[in-house]
């Protein structure tokens, strides 16, 4: 991309701008102007973070931590969810977990999760869902509550959280669910669920769901699962 195609992005940056500043920044420190640089863009993240503007306090936190600035990292990502930004508030509530002992990392990813979801923030919808289905937390487990959250995320179309509807239903739901998890099954595989691939190959097999046995089919997601194997980007914990 050429700078002269930003400049009017540019303008407005120096003009303080906050949203101009990120996306200027953003621009910078992703080499799309060119050599990436990142020092040139954590100036950028400054200026609109130091006035308050979330995302801004929010990409700041990414950059400084890929730079092994931990400690400021967490204090910007700290400030963005206290402006109830749902992308801070969803990975604050990654970290709690990560790094708190156990209840209490729990009860603070699960309110920040909520907060984010309410704001229809997906991820955070369908993280919730992957807790209350985790043998990991068997005090909060609930699997009807965890489908009800992929459901709802899967319908407004993330794809991962109609992966994991499509299979929770399967396993757990009654039979008008498990006949619903092919078409969730179905949605998720068609772009490029490895999981959904491998459930579908399974129906097929075995006939399940209300499905008849089927070779054809079989083979079909048998090799769609070795095509998306090296794409899969996200993994469900093993419960099957």
């Not at 999760?113 to 229809?120: H, I, L, R, W």
């Not at 039979?175 to 998720?188: P, T, V």
């Not at 691939?197 to 008849?212: D, F, K």
């Amino acid at each position: 991309m050429k700078k002269s195609q930003f400049e009017h992005i540019i303008a407005r940056a120096a003009d303080g701008d906050p949203f101009a500043q990120v996306f200027y920044g953003y621009l910078l420190e992703n080499g799309m102007l060119g050599k990436a640089d990142g020092d040139a863009a954590q100036s950028w993240y400054e200026k609109a973070a130091q006035i308050g503007f979330a995302p801004a306090q929010y990409a700041l936190s990414i950059l400084l931590d890929k730079k092994g600035e931990h400690e400021q990292a967490l204090m910007w990502l700290k400030r963005g969810a206290d402006s109830e930004y749902p992308p801070a508030l969803t990975m604050l509530g990654d970290w709690y977990l990560a790094q708190r002992p156990k209840s209490e990392g729990l009860r603070d990813a699960i309110a920040g999760y909520e907060k984010a979801s309410t704001q229809g923030y997906l991820i955070a919808t369908y993280k919730l869902a992957m807790l209350y289905w985790d043998d990991r937390y068997p005090e909060i487990k609930d699997v009807p509550k965890a489908m009800k959250l992929a459901k709802e995320a899967a319908d407004l179309g993330f794809m991962e959280a109609s992966e994991l509807y499509g299979i929770l239903a399967m396993d757990f739901g009654d039979s008008s669910e498990k006949d619903a998890a092919i078409s969730y099954l179905k949605q998720a595989e068609a772009r490029g669920s490895f999981h959904a691939a491998n459930r579908l190959s399974i129906i097929y097999e075995e006939g399940l769901c209300g499905e008849a046995k089927s070779p054809k089919k079989t083979r079909y997601y048998l090799r769609r699962m070795k095509k998306l194997a090296p794409l899969q980007k996200f993994e469900l914990r093993p419960h099957y």
